[in-house]
């Protein structure tokens, strides 16, 4: 859809009444990433929707998925200040619609524009996924991925996947799969996933939105977007995704290559004492909120994740390259000394320990 028939369908299905649209008028800014993405923003800001529609097969699944799942969590009152508030689903035409997030940025945004790790927002988020992690799975989950995580086949990719994927990624592939011994880390992490818990499933920072908190000016609070990944399985999964996307973000801003161009270190340097504090934050509010048995194996399984979601960070900031980039080179050499050293990497790169409190 275009930006007037966007708004038009909006108007119809009665999300934007006609005399809001009269009164106040609306702006249409394109968003769009993996879907045709609108946000729709009415009047002076203060409110708004996020506009989410598949086009072609596969993403039209995806959207069906993501409205699935956030269909199924609406009952859930633990989690309601962690979701988008779903508006208007329409499955003829692939089209999802959210309340915007007002204030909202993600984690991603606001460590490219402030070089921080927010700790309160990384509390929140631990917090968040404790309570998503905690709920019951009930009869509605039935239809839900059950397996590992896709992520922990990466150096497997299909034939379909191989054909879609860019010269420098191709590159990375490469370097990945002709480290020795890579292949059997991968397997044996893959080999190792376990429970039952429902998902996130795609824990990256563009999907951690941050907000401040009513009559706060600071950015605290925390809301979980794009769902379509979201899957039963190991729960030590989502958490190692938010761990492997501190290490991107360091890796990304060390100076690789004294020719790298400028800007390729994101929001500049991250110093590892940041990671520290912003991972410890995390993984503490997480023990605090949910009751984790054998803590010290799932720091294994967590950290283990977290290489493999550093793997796929390299394989997706090349896949925009012609050649082979400087940084997706360190994050795998980084990524597979992770794989095979977890308990050291868990202690030196992440700041993780095996206690709850701060």
Partial sequence: MTAAETVAHLVGAGV????????????????????????????????????????????RAAVAAEAAVLALLAGRTDLAAHLPTVRHVDAARSM?????????????????RTGRLPVLASRGLGRALARLHDGTTGQGHAALHRGPAPTLRLHRPTPAALDQTGRGARAVLAVLQGAPGAGALLD???EDWHGTSLLHGDVRWDNVLLSPAPGARRVSRVTLVDWELAQLGDPAWDLGCAFGEHLAAWVAGLAVSSHAPPGEAGGGATPLARVHASSRALWHAYLSARRVDDVAGFRLRAVRYAACRL????????DRSAVLPSHSVVAVQLGLNLLAQPLDGATHLLGLDLGWSS
Avoid at 97 to 112: F, I, M, N, Q, T
Avoid at 311 to 318: C, F, K, N, P, T
């Fill in 188 to 190: 044996a992490v893959a």
């Fill in 16 to 59: 934007v009444p006609a005399e809001v649209l009269v009164r106040d008028g609306v702006r249409v800014r394109d968003v769009s990433r993996r879907h045709l993405d609108h946000l729709v923003t009415i009047g002076d800001g203060q409110g708004g929707v996020f506009v989410k529609q598949g086009v072609g097969a596969e993403r």
């Fill in 96 to 112: 999802l619609v959210l309340d915007a997030v007002p204030g909202a940025v993600s984690l991603r945004e606001h460590h490219h």
């Fill in 311 to 318: 793997l796929q960070s390299a394989l997706e900031r090349a």
